[in-house]
């Protein structure tokens, strides 16, 4: 996604379906990325993270893919349910450890909306 | 667990006026960062810490001022607030600089 809010692209998904968000991240050098969800009207919440060494990680309902090759990262989530209704966003980083010039940065976000 | 706090949830400014944005988490975290979310754009980074006592510069770092005095709190101030300040301001802590962190609530700004 390139914005939030307003123009926010959207995924419409059918209750109990797989959803698939993705993201296209901007430094090659980045080499740890996280998921992150915000429901309306509140603070974004940690999903899943993956480091560079790893191309798949899994958690409860989420899987993340990361393909270096082409600067993707992509967020399924399993049976999609109403209450994974939110916007979701990626965010990019580069030596996580604490090093100088430490960045993260976030992506816009796509709002998923999950119909009954 | 509370996890991240903050005060107020909402809260309308005039040009000019001054008010500080209270943080407090109670995980510990060394580290601590304010965040502003504007529609058109990602969460931009204002300032963060990296333990009491001490602060850096995000990403848009200008007419804003931070103080951790205390490991728990991370205070956010606007000395002389601005239309272009009327932002939603979100807190967050983490174990590990830039890893997973909690946010709080968010604290919705209108500067008139």
């Known amino acids: 996604g390139e914005s939030v809010g307003l123009h926010l692209p959207t995924l419409s998904v059918q209750e109990g379906d797989n959803s698939i968000i993705n993201c296209a991240y901007s430094n090659s050098a980045s080499d740890y990325f996280i998921w992150y969800k915000q429901e309306s009207g509140k603070g974004p919440q940690f999903i899943i993270d993956?480091?560079?060494?790893?191309d798949k990680r899994q958690g409860q309902r989420v899987t993340v893919l990361l393909n270096k090759t082409v600067k993707h990262l992509s967020l399924q989530i399993a049976a999609t349910q109403p209450g994974d209704s939110a916007v979701y966003f990626c965010a990019e980083n580069m030596t996580p450890a604490g090093a100088a010039g430490n960045k993260l940065t976030f992506g816009g976000g796509t709002r998923v909306l999950v119909k009954p | 667990n509370a996890g991240v706090t903050q005060t107020p949830k909402f809260r309308v400014l005039k040009t000019g006026q001054s008010m500080t944005l209270l943080c407090a988490q109670d995980m510990n975290h060394e580290y601590m960062y304010w965040y502003r979310q504007d529609p058109g754009m990602g969460l931009r980074l204002i300032h963060y810490?990296?333990?009491?006592?001490?602060?850096a510069k995000g990403e848009v770092p200008d007419g804003y001022n931070v103080s951790r005095l205390k490991k728990q709190n991370f205070l956010l101030g606007l000395e002389s607030a601005a239309p272009s300040q009327t932002s939603v301001y979100f807190c967050a802590s983490s174990y590990r600089l830039n890893t997973e962190a909690f946010f709080g609530q968010g604290t919705r700004l209108t500067v008139v």
């Open positions: 993956i480091r560079s060494n790893m």
């Open positions: 810490s990296v333990g009491e006592g001490t602060t």
